[in-house]
């Protein structure tokens, strides 16, 4: 049986703030203080989640913590991240309901994170296979993209998101994923071109020049130093933590991923790279004639390499920094640009070039994301957006952020209540009215369409003449006066005519969150968000494949007069689509809180999380959510949890589960004011009644484990003497068992020595019967022998006294022959098998010695009769061989067991020697591969040796061409030494045609054969003399004109275990042979 937690459960400080009594800011701060420090980072507000930031990785994200919240209860385990994503994906896939998950908190928080391990629980609890891996792929690696170009250290977020994003994910009807659409809202696009002390720029550029290889940044034009741009801040480019050459891998892993071409990608970077050169071109005054000043560009490098990369006519782009055309109606006026102005045309068009390519990677990666089946989809939205923000200088950015924080504030009241009141309504719950802070004054402040400060902004926007942000200032001041939630230096309210706390051009909110105060400097070219029509004509004109979707207005062809719509009216038509959009899903809230400015772990400002919790509204969100019914539960739940406390309802209520808790809770005298009853569910009103079951039911629990644990005790004690007295039984059987068994072995052992003794008896009484009647056989035998003998030699004595003695003589002459001869039968006919059966007698020893040679010789024919041609040739070799070497000759024993083979170079068979085969007119006896030594150095040159009946033939080895070919009538002798080395010497007669170049000194491995063959042919041939083989180790050889002394010495030449010819001087040569 499965094991149930609840949320009350070993509860660190109160799981579920709704629960936590008393409820004030402080023991609000205090209890999450408390489960802070023990790691529980996760705290409820009903089905609200707050969400701590550690600074430092959990252990509770595992695939394990995966499938312990799947399927399950939300208040049933622990407070969790995963309770949340898993209610919503349940309540999308079986309800068909759809959903979003509103993520909120300031910079720093620990939003972005918490989108991720939403998007990665739904991932991971949702269907398998391979379509849906792929998009559930896609939709995870479209994080890294976004993050790496709308991302960016801040001094709150090493990872702050400077751009809002709500991710609409699509399901089918069995909940797995089919795609999604993200919308993308206010970059902060002023960052690309000034960051604050402190702060990064987004992180590709940081990402591209530390992860690009060395081929890429050469083609982008760029160069790894940061400090050669300037639009990256130097102070904190480098940041702990951050490995921005790895980010770069894993984004373009992920564009790769998300069905990014290579070419798109390489469009990218370049663009990214064109904003880098963008932030270098500086420029110049030039005074004209009419006294005006023209801005010229300092440096042309970086601009040539900029629209290079853009493909743009860089006399184009350097006039639209120059000139500003003005088109009015039907008459166009061109006006020069001062350095000011074209300072401000450049981040213009930096701001914008980098603001619509980030639009574009959203575009293009919804086209690979997007559900391709045209059915309706469940839809689960997952919003990331910017908390809001107070600064020390609040500018136009902090006034949208803290404008679209308000619409959520305000919505999130909304539908809270809404969802309290439809839950009262579906339970049969008396509704009662409640009283809270409605911010939607405060939301008419900015965006009424009359007076509001965002219409206000636009109308002084587009009023012709002098427009600056004092101006604007005047006009809040004249229109806002009266306003309750406005302030500021000149406001008519005589109250706040005497605040200093108000610097001059500011006016300060009150909103929901507290008050905040906006500087009015660059609101009204912030709103404005203007780019020179000559600098979008320009872009249009590049060649860059995404230059013209990036700036579609810069066609000439559709030259639009109309004034684009402002920044602040854009975002304000975007947020009002965003809250229809969340006005149709049911909504789940996690609200993200920093422990601490400082980004480490376990340290909790009170402060800052107190100044959190008041802007976040908690404490009047657990106000609104306890001011009915603190607390409700399913019946089922209830009972299940609570029937201990009850003896009618324990161990088992028979019956509905309303009826048992009504019957629990009037038997634990709860009053009837404390708890009313719903449809399905029990509601209880104050937290202390919730807080007093749960004392009871510990105590109780701690009766009955007592009980449980006394009733196992007795159980354990009974099983344990049950089984002490089984296996008492089971051990005397089993020892009276072997009792017998071995009581039974002695009787048997007893039983056979008894036996085996009478049987000894008997049998050496039969035995003593047989002996003596066989000695007394025996005795009569020998005496009748004897008797017969006597009788025989007295019959005929007379015949053997004359040739009896010869008789036994020949007889036993001829039976030692026959026994000798017999003997002879085991010799082997092996001609190398030497052994003889002994000489019985000495009478024997000539005829054993004749017996033994002619058997010999016998079979030493036997075996000779059995050789072929060839192979009797080859013996008759090795015989002479054996003749000429043996025992003279150290290398002779190792060639005995080699066969002679003759042809070691295969010279008919190989291509290589046809050439010098056909040269030879003779059947070639003997082809090998031999060093000629040379006596200048000692040192052997490789040459061909071929032996013929006639001549012998000294070859090249590369290329075959005859050296030397010498008749075999003109060699007068051979000298070898007595060693184990393979020289030899070919010594020519004097005065024959061959001994003009002088006798050869070779080395062969094959010597002994050379040698042999030479002789043998010097041996058969009747027309010429005997080969003389001079056997010495030292020996005169003929060079030319001079006779060199060759000799040999034993010892350990340096290149190995052969021998080594060195010359000495011109008159010796000295042979190193290793010693054996």
Same mark, same amino acid.
């Given at each position: 049986?499965?094991?149930?937690?609840?949320?009350?459960?070993?509860?660190?400080?109160?799981?579920?703030?709704?629960?936590?009594?008393?409820?004030?800011?402080?023991?609000?701060?205090?209890?999450?203080?408390?489960?802070?420090?023990?790691?529980?980072?996760?705290?409820?507000?009903?089905?609200?989640?707050?969400?701590?930031?550690?600074?430092?990785?959990?252990?509770?994200?595992?695939?394990?913590?995966?499938?312990?919240?799947?399927?399950?209860?939300?208040?049933?385990?622990?407070?969790?991240?995963?309770?949340?994503?898993?209610?919503?994906?349940?309540?999308?896939?079986?309800?068909?309901?759809?959903?979003?998950?509103?993520?909120?908190?300031?910079?720093?928080?620990?939003?972005?994170?918490?989108?991720?391990?939403?998007?990665?629980?739904?991932?991971?609890?949702?269907?398998?296979?391979?379509?849906?891996?792929?998009?559930?792929?896609?939709?995870?690696?479209?994080?890294?993209?976004?993050?790496?170009?709308?991302?960016?250290?801040?001094?709150?977020?090493?990872?702050?998101?400077?751009?809002?994003?709500?991710?609409?994910?699509?399901?089918?009807?069995?909940?797995?994923?089919?795609?999604?659409?993200?919308?993308?809202?206010?970059?902060?696009?002023?960052?690309?071109?000034?960051?604050?002390?402190?702060?990064?720029?987004?992180?590709?550029?940081?990402?591209?020049?530390?992860?690009?290889?060395?081929?890429?940044?050469?083609?982008?034009?760029?160069?790894?130093?940061?400090?050669?741009?300037?639009?990256?801040? !130097?102070?904190?480019?480098?940041?702990?933590? &951050?490995?921005? =050459?790895? /980010?770069? +891998? $894993? #984004?373009?892993?992920? %564009?790769?991923?998300?069905?990014?071409?290579?070419?798109?990608?390489?469009?990218?970077?370049?663009?990214?790279?064109?904003?880098?050169?963008?932030?270098?071109?500086?420029?110049?005054?030039?005074?004209?004639?009419?006294?005006?000043?023209?801005?010229?560009?300092?440096?042309?490098?970086?601009?040539?390499?900029?629209?290079? !990369?853009?493909?743009?006519?860089?006399?184009? &782009?350097?006039? =639209?920094? /120059?000139? +500003? $055309? #003005?088109?009015?109606? %039907?008459?166009?006026?061109?006006?020069?640009?001062?350095?000011?102005?074209?300072?401000?045309?450049?981040?213009?068009?930096?701001?914008?070039?980098?603001?619509?390519?980030?639009?574009?990677?959203?575009?293009?990666?919804?086209?690979?994301?997007?559900?391709?089946?045209?059915?309706?989809?469940?839809?689960?939205?997952?919003?990331?957006?910017?908390?809001?923000?107070?600064?020390?200088?609040?500018?136009?950015?902090?006034?949208?952020?803290?404008?679209?924080?308000?619409?959520?504030?305000?919505?999130?009241?909304?539908?809270?209540?809404?969802?309290?009141?439809?839950?009262?309504?579906?339970?049969?719950?008396?509704?009662?009215?409640?009283?809270?802070?409605?911010?939607?004054?405060?939301?008419?402040?900015?965006?009424?369409?009359?007076?509001?400060?965002?219409?206000?902004?636009?109308?002084?926007?587009?009023?012709?003449?002098?427009?600056?942000?004092?101006?604007?200032?005047?006009?809040?001041?004249?229109?806002?006066?009266?306003?309750?939630?406005?302030?500021?230096?000149?406001?008519?309210?005589?109250?706040?005519?005497?605040?200093?706390?108000?610097?001059?051009?500011?006016?300060?909110?009150?909103?929901?969150?507290?008050?905040?105060?906006?500087?009015?400097?660059?609101?009204?070219?912030?709103?404005?968000?203007?780019?020179?029509?000559?600098?979008?004509?320009?872009?249009?004109?590049?060649?860059?494949?995404?230059?013209?979707?990036?700036?579609?207005?810069?066609?000439?062809?559709?030259?639009?007069?109309?004034?684009?719509?402002?920044?602040?009216?854009?975002?304000?038509?975007?947020?009002?689509?965003?809250?229809?959009?969340?006005?149709?899903?049911?909504?789940?809230?996690?609200?993200?809180?920093?422990?601490?400015?400082?980004?480490?772990?376990?340290?909790?400002?009170?402060?800052?999380?107190?100044?959190?919790?008041?802007?976040?509204?908690?404490?009047?969100?657990?106000?609104?959510?306890?001011?009915?019914?603190?607390?409700?539960?399913?019946?089922?739940?209830?009972?299940?949890?609570?029937?201990?406390?009850?003896?009618?309802?324990?161990?088992?209520?028979?019956?509905?589960?309303?009826?048992?808790?009504?019957?629990?809770?009037?038997?634990?005298?709860?009053?009837?004011?404390?708890?009313?009853?719903?449809?399905?569910?029990?509601?209880?009103?104050?937290?202390?009644?919730?807080?007093?079951?749960?004392?009871?039911?510990?105590?109780?629990?701690?009766?009955?484990?007592?009980?449980?644990?006394?009733?196992?005790?007795?159980?354990?004690?009974?099983?344990?003497?049950?089984?002490?007295?089984?296996?008492?039984?089971?051990?005397?059987?089993?020892?009276?068992?072997?009792?017998?068994?071995?009581?039974?072995?002695?009787?048997?052992?007893?039983?056979?020595?008894?036996?085996?003794?009478?049987?000894?008896?008997?049998?050496?009484?039969?035995?003593?019967?047989?002996?003596?009647?066989?000695?007394?056989?025996?005795?009569?035998?020998?005496?009748?022998?004897?008797?017969?003998?006597?009788?025989?030699?007295?019959?005929?004595?007379?015949?053997?006294?004359?040739?009896?003695?010869?008789?036994?003589?020949?007889?036993?002459?001829?039976?030692?022959?026959?026994?000798?001869?017999?003997?002879?039968?085991?010799?082997?006919?092996?001609?190398?098998?030497?052994?003889?059966?002994?000489?019985?007698?000495?009478?024997?020893?000539?005829?054993?010695?004749?017996?033994?040679?002619?058997?010999?010789?016998?079979?030493?024919?036997?075996?000779?009769?059995?050789?072929?041609?060839?192979?009797?040739?080859?013996?008759?070799?090795?015989?002479?061989?054996?003749?000429?070497?043996?025992?003279?000759?150290?290398?002779?024993?190792?060639?005995?067991?080699?066969?002679?083979?003759?042809?070691?170079?295969?010279?008919?068979?190989?291509?290589?020697?046809?050439?010098?085969?056909?040269?030879?007119?003779?059947?070639?006896?003997?082809?090998?591969?031999?060093?000629?030594?040379?006596?200048?150095?000692?040192?052997?040159?490789?040459?061909?040796?071929?032996?013929?009946?006639?001549?012998?033939?000294?070859?090249?080895?590369?290329?075959?061409?005859?050296?030397?070919?010498?008749?075999?009538?003109?060699?007068?002798?051979?000298?070898?030494?007595?060693?184990?080395?393979?020289?030899?010497?070919?010594?020519?007669?004097?005065?024959?045609?061959?001994?003009?170049?002088?006798?050869?000194?070779?080395?062969?491995?094959?010597?002994?054969?050379?040698?042999?063959?030479?002789?043998?042919?010097?041996?058969?041939?009747?027309?010429?003399?005997?080969?003389?083989?001079?056997?010495?180790?030292?020996?005169?050889?003929?060079?030319?004109?001079?006779?060199?002394?060759?000799?040999?010495?034993?010892?350990?030449?340096?290149?190995?275990?052969?021998?080594?010819?060195?010359?000495?001087?011109?008159?010796?040569?000295?042979?190193?042979?290793?010693?054996?």
């Amino acid at each position: 049986m499965e094991v149930k937690t609840s949320l009350l459960d070993n509860m660190i400080g109160v799981g579920d703030m709704v629960l936590l009594e008393p409820l004030n800011e402080d023991s609000f701060i205090m209890n999450l203080r408390n489960r802070f420090d023990h790691n529980e980072i996760y705290t409820y507000i009903g089905s609200v989640v707050i969400s701590m930031n550690p600074y430092r990785s959990l252990p509770i994200y595992t695939p394990q913590k995966v499938e312990e919240y799947r399927n399950r209860n939300f208040y049933e385990l622990s407070p969790h991240i995963y309770a949340l994503a898993d209610e919503a994906y349940r309540s999308l896939r079986d309800q068909d309901k759809d959903q979003c998950i509103l993520i909120t908190g300031e910079s720093g928080a620990g939003k972005t994170e918490a989108s991720k391990l939403v998007m990665s629980y739904v991932a991971a609890v949702c269907g398998k296979g391979q379509e849906v891996n792929k998009v559930k792929e896609q939709l995870l690696q479209s994080n890294p993209v976004l993050e790496a170009f709308g991302n960016a250290k801040t001094m709150r977020n090493d990872n702050s998101s400077r751009f809002g994003k709500y991710m609409d994910i699509e399901f089918d009807f069995k909940g797995d994923p089919l795609g999604g659409v993200i919308s993308n809202y206010l970059l902060e696009k002023s960052r690309v071109c000034k960051q604050p002390r402190g702060e990064r720029n987004f992180h590709i550029f940081y990402q591209l020049l530390s992860g690009a290889s060395d081929d890429t940044l050469m083609k982008l034009k760029l160069d790894r130093d940061f400090s050669k741009y300037n639009y990256l801040s !130097l102070d904190s480019a480098n940041v702990n933590g &951050l490995d921005d =050459a790895a /980010s770069f +891998r $894993t #984004v373009r892993n992920a %564009m790769q991923i998300v069905g990014f071409m290579e070419a798109e990608v390489q469009s990218v970077l370049e663009l990214v790279a064109a904003v880098l050169k963008l932030g270098n071109i500086e420029f110049k005054p030039e005074s004209r004639v009419n006294g005006f000043d023209e801005s010229r560009v300092k440096d042309k490098n970086d601009l040539k390499e900029m629209c290079e !990369l853009l493909g743009i006519e860089q006399s184009v &782009l350097e006039r =639209a920094f /120059s000139y +500003r $055309t #003005v088109e009015a109606k %039907m008459e166009k006026m061109s006006t020069t640009l001062n350095v000011a102005q074209a300072y401000y045309a450049r981040d213009a068009l930096a701001k914008n070039l980098y603001s619509r390519l980030f639009s574009w990677l959203v575009t293009r990666i919804n086209e690979s994301i997007k559900a391709q089946a045209k059915t309706r989809h469940k839809v689960m939205g997952v919003l990331d957006i910017y908390g809001f923000e107070i600064f020390e200088d609040n500018s136009f950015e902090q006034f949208i952020i803290n404008y679209c924080n308000e619409k959520l504030q305000q919505i999130f009241i909304e539908l809270t209540l809404r969802e309290e009141q439809e839950e009262y309504i579906r339970e049969d719950i008396e509704w009662t009215n409640i009283e809270y802070f409605n911010n939607a004054v405060i939301c008419d402040l900015i965006e009424n369409n009359q007076n509001g400060i965002l219409a206000m902004l636009d109308e002084e926007c587009l009023r012709p003449g002098t427009v600056t942000d004092d101006t604007f200032l005047d006009k809040l001041n004249t229109i806002c006066a009266e306003h309750q939630h406005f302030e500021s230096r000149l406001n008519k309210n005589s109250k706040f005519l005497t605040d200093h706390s108000l610097p001059h051009s500011c006016f300060r909110i009150q909103h929901y969150a507290g008050k905040v105060l906006y500087r009015v400097e660059g609101f009204v070219d912030k709103n404005n968000d203007l780019l020179y029509r000559d600098l979008s004509q320009a872009m249009y004109k590049a060649t860059h494949s995404l230059m013209r979707q990036l700036f579609p207005e810069g066609n000439p062809a559709k030259v639009n007069l109309k004034r684009p719509p402002t920044a602040g009216f854009q975002f304000k038509a975007s947020v009002g689509v965003l809250m229809k959009n969340l006005q149709t899903k049911n909504p789940n809230y996690i609200r993200c809180i920093k422990p601490n400015d400082k980004k480490v772990a376990h340290i909790f400002t009170d402060s800052l999380v107190c100044h959190q919790v008041r802007y976040l509204g908690l404490v009047e969100n657990v106000r609104v959510r306890r001011a009915g019914y603190a607390f409700r539960q399913p019946y089922e739940s209830c009972l299940e949890r609570y029937k201990m406390l009850c003896k009618k309802t324990w161990p088992q209520w028979r019956g509905p589960a309303r009826d048992g808790v009504e019957v629990l809770l009037t038997d634990c005298s709860v009053p009837t004011e404390e708890f009313a009853y719903g449809r399905s569910k029990i509601f209880i009103r104050n937290p202390r009644t919730l807080f007093t079951l749960e004392e009871r039911r510990r105590a109780c629990l701690e009766d009955l484990a007592t009980l449980i644990q006394k009733i196992y005790r007795g159980w354990k004690s009974r099983t344990h003497f049950l089984l002490l007295k089984k296996s008492q039984v089971v051990v005397a059987a089993w020892y009276r068992r072997y009792a017998q068994q071995n009581k039974y072995q002695k009787i048997k052992s007893a039983t056979l020595v008894m036996q085996s003794f009478i049987r000894g008896w008997k049998a050496r009484n039969i035995l003593r019967q047989l002996k003596y009647e066989k000695r007394c056989k025996e005795a009569v035998t020998t005496i009748a022998a004897y008797w017969h003998g006597t009788q025989v030699r007295r019959e005929y004595r007379k015949f053997f006294r004359a040739n009896a003695g010869k008789k036994i003589y020949d007889f036993t002459i001829q039976r030692i022959m026959q026994k000798y001869f017999l003997g002879l039968k085991t010799t082997t006919m092996s001609p190398m098998d030497n052994t003889w059966p002994a000489k019985p007698y000495g009478f024997l020893e000539g005829a054993h010695t004749q017996l033994r040679r002619i058997f010999h010789l016998w079979r030493c024919k036997k075996y000779r009769g059995q050789f072929t041609e060839e192979k009797k040739a080859v013996y008759e070799e090795k015989l002479e061989a054996s003749e000429i070497f043996k025992d003279k000759k150290a290398l002779y024993p190792s060639s005995v067991s080699q066969p002679f083979k003759g042809d070691y170079l295969e010279i008919q068979k190989n291509p290589k020697y046809q050439k010098l085969n056909s040269a030879m007119e003779e059947k070639v006896l003997l082809a090998d591969l031999v060093n000629k030594i040379n006596r200048a150095n000692g040192k052997g040159s490789p040459r061909l040796f071929l032996l013929t009946k006639s001549n012998f033939v000294l070859a090249d080895q590369k290329t075959g061409q005859v050296k030397a070919s010498v008749p075999l009538p003109d060699l007068a002798s051979v000298s070898v030494s007595t060693q184990s080395d393979g020289f030899f010497a070919l010594k020519l007669k004097e005065g024959s045609a061959s001994a003009s170049k002088g006798d050869f000194l070779l080395s062969s491995e094959h010597l002994i054969e050379i040698i042999t063959k030479l002789h043998r042919i010097g041996t058969t041939a009747a027309d010429r003399d005997q080969i003389n083989i001079d056997i010495s180790d030292e020996f005169l050889v003929q060079f030319k004109q001079d006779k060199v002394c060759v000799k040999f010495i034993q010892g350990g030449p340096k290149n190995g275990n052969s021998a080594a010819c060195k010359r000495k001087n011109n008159r010796l040569l000295e042979v190193s042979v290793p010693s054996p």
